[in-house]
């Protein structure tokens, strides 16, 4: 069974740039998280869908970053402009509809904001 | 506020040493508990899952632990490797309603595996 799958992996950019990250969950997974864990921390929860339905987005700093799951498939996250406090590990991650308890994630997204 | 405090912050033991994780947590109302293993650069991996009967769970030199009352757990390594080294996390789940959970991430703890 593949694995979520997210790209790039590495990305430097300076401040008040754009960036989108890449997801592709596990086949059959309807829901499909974001996280943002900054180094030292546990990941924190952005946003979270149920197919292409946003379930909780509480977290998100929707005035710079934005996410979209149009297929209910593969989704990307955008960060625009983006701050030198951005910098950290985006995760993916995706379950099975109502195992939200049993996630799988992937390798994450280094960003580094200069 | 759902909370998951893990200790010590980091850890450095020498190879073929065993070591005990710590981690208490405040979610409430409780539904599994979970340790994950997070290699440097990569995304977490499952190591254990535990429900509020099961008191403990192994997975070949993990075990970890679950006081359901005391709401803590631990995660104990026998014969630590050099591979073992990694940040160790402990997510604990609530159901949130509507047949779906949340989850609380702990920061997790930083192991130093050396020769």
């Known amino acids: 069974e593949a694995g979520v799958a997210q790209s790039p992996r590495y990305k430097i950019i300076e401040k008040r740039q754009s960036v989108a990250f890449w997801c592709n969950p596990i086949?059959?997974?309807?829901?499909l998280y974001w996280y943002q864990q900054i180094l030292g921390q546990g990941p924190k929860l952005l946003i979270q869908?149920?197919?292409?339905?946003?379930?909780?987005d509480s977290q998100l700093p929707k005035d710079r970053f934005s996410a979209e799951r149009l297929k209910g498939v593969d989704s990307t996250l955008k960060i625009q402009p983006a701050k030198l406090e951005d910098s950290a590990v985006y995760l993916c991650?995706?379950?099975?509809?109502?195992?939200?308890?049993?996630?799988?994630f992937g390798p994450g997204t280094r960003l580094t904001v200069t | 506020k759902n909370q998951v405090e893990q200790s010590p912050q980091s850890l450095i033991i020498l190879e073929g040493k065993n070591c005990t994780l710590q981690c208490n947590y405040t979610v409430s109302p409780f539904s599994n508990l979970r340790w994950y293993k997070q290699d440097t650069g990569r995304g977490p991996v499952s190591l254990t899952i535990m429900t509020f009967s099961e008191n403990t769970k192994s997975n070949g030199r993990y075990t970890a632990t679950l006081d359901a009352d005391t709401k803590q757990s631990s995660l104990h390594i026998t014969a630590s490797q050099l591979s073992d080294s990694a940040s160790y996390i402990c997510v604990v789940s609530f159901h949130s309603g509507a047949g779906s959970y949340q989850l609380t991430f702990g920061k997790g703890t930083k192991l130093s595996v050396i020769p």
């Open positions: 086949s059959g997974h309807a829901t």
């Open positions: 991650a995706s379950s099975l509809r109502g195992r939200e308890y049993e996630q799988y």
């Open positions: 869908f149920q197919n292409n339905g946003v379930v909780d």
